[in-house]
């Protein structure tokens, strides 16, 4: 069995967003990082916050980072990332889902992502594929959806797929399920060019996007 490895990196645009009621436009909008942090020092202690700005009117909110940390327990290199505004900092922040959700922030719509990595029907002499999925950011986006999207298949095909014996490892049900942490699954290149009628031309005159 000649078997082909390929791994696909999804990466969201921009930031997480959060959705709160605005008391300055005083309805619910959606609030981004404004790309800075707010810290304070007192004595021995720190505050961090990430700062959070509405996308209308520039009211700003705060999300608590580190709340009366001891200088001492922070990370030399992260309090000066945190000083100078670090904009990697803050994006990882921004996908902290769980300093989100203590900070009781309602998420907003998903951000657009891309999934980086090529296609497998771009292999060639190639029986079995592993496919690992990695994600930058641990954003939750379903399964089906990355793969309707880089097999440009529809839902239904995808589902058939699976069926099929083409799709390896998965269970329709998972189809629906968020992973946000590195997976992998097999797809049968072999088994894809059998059926009939075809999904997808056979290799070589696929375009690779
Ligand atoms: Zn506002």
């Not at 509405?54 to 990370?75: F, G, P, Q, S, V």
Request: hydrophobic share 35%; aromatic share 8%; glycine share 4%.
């Amino acid at each position: 069995m000649i078997n082909g490895h390929i791994n696909w990196l999804i990466k969201p645009l921009g930031y997480q967003p959060i959705t709160k009621r605005c008391p300055s436009c005083e309805v619910k909008k959606l609030f981004l990082p404004a790309g800075t942090f707010r810290v304070n020092a007192q004595k021995k202690t720190l505050d961090v916050w990430n700062i959070y700005k509405c996308e209308k009117c520039d009211y700003t909110w705060n999300i608590d980072i580190h709340a009366r940390i001891n200088t001492n327990k922070l990370d030399p290199e992260l309090h000066q990332r945190f000083l100078h505004n670090d904009l990697d900092e803050v994006r990882r922040y921004a996908y902290n889902y769980s300093l989100l959700k203590r900070n009781h922030a309602e998420l907003g719509p998903t951000p657009p992502y891309e999934i980086q990595g090529p296609s497998p029907y771009a292999l060639t002499d190639t029986e079995q594929v592993i496919i690992t999925l990695d994600f930058e950011q641990a954003i939750p986006v379903r399964l089906i959806n990355i793969l309707t999207r880089k097999l440009c298949l529809s839902r239904g095909q995808v589902a058939r797929l699976i069926d099929e014996g083409v799709l390896l490892d998965l269970s329709p049900s998972d189809l629906n399920r968020k992973f946000k942490q590195s997976m992998t699954l097999r797809m049968s290149l072999v088994r894809l060019y059998q059926l009939d009628p075809p999904f997808v031309e056979s290799t070589s005159n696929v375009e690779v996007s």
